[in-house]
């Protein structure tokens, strides 16, 4: 990360759910080829910022450009080089991996031998070959994850979303998980932008880390540059102090009075 | 045993009713007063109102076939109650509640229990709005003392109540055997669908083969089911407690048929209500033993592609081929996809000639015969194809739907394989029913395939309205969420319309031109326009992102 270009700048976007501000005004800078990490607890607006910044969610105000296109004009031209990891994401129960992945490859306008070839290296990669015809709905989660992970760079994004890529996954698959992001930030040119509450995955993937709290943005920047900042010794530290999760036991136990 | 029954079946009763949540209490104790009084004044009134309308007077014919009326009142009445709870508690396995309450050390009879109690308050409503629909016209033919009325309720409620008991029992078993996985719960609605005809069908067979069974038996068959054993018992409470003197040769006739003595009903009755109670607790504890439920949960793996799958992909070998592909794929292996379809596919056959048998001589005139028996069968199918391709099989979740709209005009894309999928399944549809009716009905060949074009035009118009009616309100798979509701009576409302004016169309267009096959293929147009327009609309409200 050099400086460089910007792939996403949001300038004051927000988004309200009636009186909710899941997302307060946002002024956020990528770069191309970072590998972010968007951290926050649950209701954030994680997901919100996401979907708006995919084109799924019109913003309540503000403005962003993702790969120098706009979100409110240009769509389908973002949607065209970006992927996206939904959150709790409804595969196609029966479809089996190759034919699932085959539907959305063509959903980006992808077919015949190419399709094919990229199918087969991806399902080789995350090591479901053996199991590629087998219906989805006999998929365990964590499965069902790489499947998800596989649709989403099939048809090689410049900027890939990733909505909590983990949560579900077994620490060998989240391993993986990481490995992949790790390899493809390296050898090519792919911004991730990846949601998290998973401090010490971020810690471990991400270039440039920020930090959500009930909407606002209270942190940007290296982890290294936020343990510092917060005088502490891992993210997750760091993280707890500046989202508040200090921890008071006798209130944790009032309930057995 | 414990308490644990009462909040398992407070549980249940509160999901049921969920739907007037605020005022539960209020609408069931409003419910249930106008229930009683509907019972005891106002059904009366309104059937004998209906009958003075229509200037019959029911009362000899009553009294003449009481026991064979009785017989098939409790018949449907039975059925009714049996498979409505099942069906619709099939639409929903819900195996991971049980889990909980098994890990609570609530003891599986327990759980029965509960489910069962839970019931009641809304299938018993039912059955005191139906009921007296019947037996107030029963009532007043044999003018039957109030003791003897009060006799005939408390029968019919202890049969419902068993019949509840059942219901619960069957459900709950026919869950366990399927689990709680996807195909699981796949199976189960696609069973929800069809049970109707599962238990209907050997009814029917029941009735046709009554005759010759009862006389190699040389008893009466009908006496192997429970309702008919009420319904003996409430022809005798009927007999015993009315305040008219029937004439012998009455009582010679009904003889014929209350062959046992009303305490052998009771007996029966109550052997049945035990056998059933007992039955059941004593098979709870293996129905509800999870390691039982993992029936469906076997993996299936997919094999090649057949040959009209190759030969699309040939025609169409771009993106766009292998999208429809793949939907024709994924609706076709929904068990509750195909489910759906068989049963609007008999429907389609039956009706016509159900309406043709029903008319004295058919329906006369031939060119009648074609119109009349297109017009249904293309209504049935157009229904069917509509609200199975444009309802649930559109699609699955709210996240699925956001990963197609994170495609590149995704929607559209998603929108236009979905419909040339259902358009091709519909080929084999149309021409299925139109071939069986026109044998049936000795149609031409030509006018039977004037059939098939004209219904799978107007289930094209059918599955876009549909189709696109479910894109401006996503109900996704749920068929218990409002939006599903109102996606599936609007559709039914448009389609009906639809079919009924554009045949009205048709028909003044064919009277002027003096051709009836002009007459059809003018019918369908209304349909595939309107269609096109509402699927337009639709798939461009798919596409917009959401605010
Ligand atoms: N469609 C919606 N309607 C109303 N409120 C919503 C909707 N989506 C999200 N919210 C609210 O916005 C806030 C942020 O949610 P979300 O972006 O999902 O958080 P995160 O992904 O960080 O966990 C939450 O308070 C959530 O309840
Ligand atoms: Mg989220």
């Given at each position: 990360?050099?400086?460089?270009?910007?792939?996403?700048?949001?300038?004051?976007?927000?988004?309200?759910?009636?009186?909710?501000?899941?997302?307060?005004?946002?002024?956020?800078?990528?770069?191309?080829?970072?590998?972010?990490?968007?951290?926050?607890?649950?209701?954030?607006?994680?997901?919100?910022?996401?979907?708006?910044?995919?084109?799924?969610?019109?913003?309540?105000?503000?403005?962003?450009?993702?790969?120098?296109?706009?979100?409110?004009?240009?769509?389908?031209?973002?949607?065209?080089?970006?992927?996206?990891?939904?959150?709790?994401?409804?595969?196609?129960?029966?479809?089996?991996?190759?034919?699932?992945?085959?539907?959305?490859?063509?959903?980006?306008?992808?077919?015949?031998?190419?399709?094919?070839?990229?199918?087969?290296?991806?399902?080789?990669?995350?090591?479901?070959?053996?199991?590629?015809?087998?219906?989805?709905?006999?998929?365990?989660?964590?499965?069902?994850?790489?499947?998800?992970?596989?649709?989403?760079?099939?048809?090689?994004?410049?900027?890939?979303?990733?909505?909590?890529?983990?949560?579900?996954?077994?620490?060998?698959?989240?391993?993986?998980?990481?490995?992949?992001?790790?390899?493809?930030?390296?050898?090519?040119?792919?911004?991730?932008?990846?949601?998290?509450?998973?401090?010490?995955?971020?810690?471990?993937?991400?270039?440039?880390?920020?930090?959500?709290?009930?909407?606002?943005?209270?942190?940007?920047?290296?982890?290294?540059?936020?343990?510092?900042?917060?005088?502490?010794?891992?993210?997750?530290?760091?993280?707890?102090?500046?989202?508040?999760g200090k921890i008071d036991r006798k209130r944790l136990l009032s309930w057995r009075e | 045993m414990s308490h644990g029954w009462r909040a398992i079946a407070k549980a249940e009763f509160r999901v049921s009713t969920s739907r007037f949540r605020r005022g539960r209490l209020v609408a069931f104790a409003g419910a249930y007063a106008f229930a009683i009084v509907w019972a005891l004044l106002l059904a009366p009134e309104v059937v004998s109102g209906l009958f003075w309308m229509f200037e019959v007077d029911p009362n000899p014919l009553i009294q003449a076939g009481l026991p064979g009326i009785m017989r098939t009142l409790l018949l449907v009445l039975w059925v009714m109650i049996l498979l409505y709870p099942l069906s619709y508690s099939l639409?929903?396995?819900?195996?991971?509640?049980?889990?909980?309450?098994?890990?609570?050390?609530?003891?599986?009879?327990?759980?029965?229990?509960?489910?069962?109690?839970?019931?009641?308050?809304?299938?018993?409503?039912?059955?005191?709005?139906?009921?007296?629909?019947?037996?107030?016209?029963?009532?007043?033919?044999?003018?039957?003392?109030?003791?003897?009325?009060?006799?005939?309720?408390?029968?019919?409620?202890?049969?419902?109540?068993?019949?509840?008991?059942?219901?619960?029992?069957?459900?709950?078993?026919?869950?366990?055997?399927?689990?709680?996985?996807?195909?699981?719960?796949?199976?189960?609605?696609?069973?929800?669908?069809?049970?109707?005809?599962?238990?209907?069908?050997?009814?029917?067979g029941l009735m046709y083969f009554a005759g010759p069974l009862t006389e190699i038996l040389g008893w009466d068959i009908f006496l192997v089911l429970p309702s008919t054993w009420c319904a003996d018992l409430l022809s005798w409470i009927a007999l015993l407690s009315t305040s008219l003197t029937l004439?012998?040769?009455?009582?010679?006739?009904?003889?014929?048929?209350?062959?046992?003595?009303?305490?052998?009903?009771?007996?029966?009755?109550?052997?049945?209500?035990?056998?059933?109670?007992?039955?059941?607790?004593?098979?709870?504890?293996?129905?509800?033993?999870?390691?039982?439920?993992?029936?469906?949960?076997?993996?299936?793996?997919?094999?090649?592609?057949?040959?009209?799958?190759?030969?699309?992909?040939?025609?169409?070998?771009?993106?766009?081929?292998?999208?429809?592909?793949?939907?024709?794929?994924?609706?076709?292996?929904?068990?509750?996809?195909?489910?759906?379809?068989?049963?609007?596919?008999?429907?389609?056959?039956?009706?016509?000639?159900?309406?043709?048998?029903?008319?004295?001589?058919?329906?006369?005139?031939p060119i009648f015969m074609l119109v009349l028996s297109t017009f249904m069968v293309s209504m049935m199918l157009g229904l069917i194809a509509g609200l199975t391709f444009g309802g649930v099989g559109f699609l699955e979740s709210k996240d699925q739907l956001w990963i197609i709209q994170s495609g590149p005009s995704g929607a559209w894309k998603y929108m236009k394989a979905r419909l040339l999928q259902s358009f091709l399944i519909s080929i084999p549809l149309a021409l299925f029913p139109a071939a069986v009716v026109s044998l049936i009905m000795d149609l031409t060949i030509l006018d039977g395939l004037l059939m098939s074009l004209h219904s799978y035009v107007l289930m094209c118009g059918c599955v876009m309205i549909a189709t696109g009616i479910t894109a401006l309100n996503p109900a996704y798979e749920d068929t218990k969420s409002s939006a599903f509701y109102v996606n599936t009576l609007v559709s039914m409302l448009i389609i009906m319309f639809l079919v009924l004016g554009s045949l009205i169309l048709g028909i003044r267009v064919g009277a002027a031109l003096e051709n009836i096959y002009l007459l059809l293929l003018t019918a369908g147009m209304p349909a595939i326009l309107l269609g096109g327009l509402i699927a337009g609309l639709g798939a461009h409200r798919l596409s917009a992102p959401e605010s």
């Amino acid at each position: 990360m050099s400086g460089g270009q910007s792939e996403i700048t949001t300038r004051a976007l927000r988004k309200n759910f009636g009186d909710i501000k899941a997302v307060k005004p946002l002024d956020l800078r990528v770069e191309r080829g970072t590998t972010f990490g968007y951290l926050g607890p649950n209701g954030a607006g994680k997901t919100t910022t996401v979907r708006m910044l995919s084109g799924l969610l019109r913003p309540t105000g503000g403005s962003a450009t993702v790969c120098g296109f706009d979100i409110a004009e240009q769509r389908n031209r973002i949607k065209a080089i970006t992927g996206l990891l939904p959150e709790a994401p409804g595969l196609y129960s029966k479809l089996s991996a190759y034919e699932f992945l085959e539907f959305i490859g063509a959903l980006y306008d992808l077919s015949g031998e190419k399709l094919n070839r990229r199918i087969n290296r991806l399902l080789n990669l995350l090591d479901l070959t053996e199991r590629q015809n087998d219906l989805l709905e006999s998929y365990s989660s964590g499965m069902k994850q790489k499947v998800l992970i596989a649709s989403t760079l099939i048809h090689e994004p410049r900027l890939v979303f990733l909505d909590e890529p983990t949560a579900r996954l077994d620490p060998a698959a989240s391993a993986l998980v990481k490995e992949i992001i790790n390899a493809l930030a390296e050898e090519t040119d792919t911004t991730f932008f990846i949601c998290t509450h998973l401090t010490d995955f971020a810690e471990d993937v991400c270039d440039v880390i920020g930090i959500l709290v009930e909407g606002e943005l209270v942190e940007l920047g290296p982890p290294k540059e936020i343990i510092e900042r917060t005088e502490s010794d891992d993210l997750e530290e760091a993280y707890l102090k500046i989202v508040g999760g200090k921890i008071d036991r006798k209130r944790l136990l009032s309930w057995r009075e | 045993m414990s308490h644990g029954w009462r909040a398992i079946a407070k549980a249940e009763f509160r999901v049921s009713t969920s739907r007037f949540r605020r005022g539960r209490l209020v609408a069931f104790a409003g419910a249930y007063a106008f229930a009683i009084v509907w019972a005891l004044l106002l059904a009366p009134e309104v059937v004998s109102g209906l009958f003075w309308m229509f200037e019959v007077d029911p009362n000899p014919l009553i009294q003449a076939g009481l026991p064979g009326i009785m017989r098939t009142l409790l018949l449907v009445l039975w059925v009714m109650i049996l498979l409505y709870p099942l069906s619709y508690s099939l639409q929903e396995i819900k195996i991971g509640q049980w889990e909980i309450m098994l890990s609570s050390n609530v003891r599986t009879r327990e759980m029965l229990l509960g489910m069962f109690v839970g019931k009641i308050p809304i299938y018993f409503l039912i059955a005191l709005i139906m009921a007296p629909l019947f037996f107030s016209v029963i009532v007043s033919a044999f003018s039957i003392t109030l003791l003897g009325q009060a006799l005939m309720y408390l029968a019919v409620f202890l049969f419902v109540l068993a019949t509840i008991w059942v219901s619960n029992l069957l459900s709950v078993g026919i869950q366990a055997k399927l689990g709680d996985s996807p195909r699981g719960n796949d199976l189960a609605k696609a069973l929800s669908i069809v049970v109707a005809l599962i238990f209907l069908v050997p009814v029917y067979g029941l009735m046709y083969f009554a005759g010759p069974l009862t006389e190699i038996l040389g008893w009466d068959i009908f006496l192997v089911l429970p309702s008919t054993w009420c319904a003996d018992l409430l022809s005798w409470i009927a007999l015993l407690s009315t305040s008219l003197t029937l004439p012998p040769a009455l009582m010679d006739l009904y003889s014929l048929i209350l062959v046992l003595p009303p305490i052998a009903y009771v007996i029966l009755l109550v052997a049945f209500a035990v056998a059933t109670v007992v039955g059941g607790f004593s098979l709870s504890e293996r129905m509800f033993s999870l390691e039982s439920t993992r029936g469906a949960d076997k993996v299936i793996t997919v094999k090649g592609e057949n040959a009209v799958l190759r030969g699309l992909r040939r025609l169409m070998p771009g993106s766009f081929g292998t999208l429809t592909v793949t939907s024709i794929k994924e609706f076709s292996r929904k068990a509750q996809n195909i489910s759906r379809v068989a049963y609007g596919a008999i429907l389609a056959i039956i009706l016509p000639v159900i309406f043709n048998l029903s008319f004295v001589g058919g329906f006369g005139e031939p060119i009648f015969m074609l119109v009349l028996s297109t017009f249904m069968v293309s209504m049935m199918l157009g229904l069917i194809a509509g609200l199975t391709f444009g309802g649930v099989g559109f699609l699955e979740s709210k996240d699925q739907l956001w990963i197609i709209q994170s495609g590149p005009s995704g929607a559209w894309k998603y929108m236009k394989a979905r419909l040339l999928q259902s358009f091709l399944i519909s080929i084999p549809l149309a021409l299925f029913p139109a071939a069986v009716v026109s044998l049936i009905m000795d149609l031409t060949i030509l006018d039977g395939l004037l059939m098939s074009l004209h219904s799978y035009v107007l289930m094209c118009g059918c599955v876009m309205i549909a189709t696109g009616i479910t894109a401006l309100n996503p109900a996704y798979e749920d068929t218990k969420s409002s939006a599903f509701y109102v996606n599936t009576l609007v559709s039914m409302l448009i389609i009906m319309f639809l079919v009924l004016g554009s045949l009205i169309l048709g028909i003044r267009v064919g009277a002027a031109l003096e051709n009836i096959y002009l007459l059809l293929l003018t019918a369908g147009m209304p349909a595939i326009l309107l269609g096109g327009l509402i699927a337009g609309l639709g798939a461009h409200r798919l596409s917009a992102p959401e605010s």
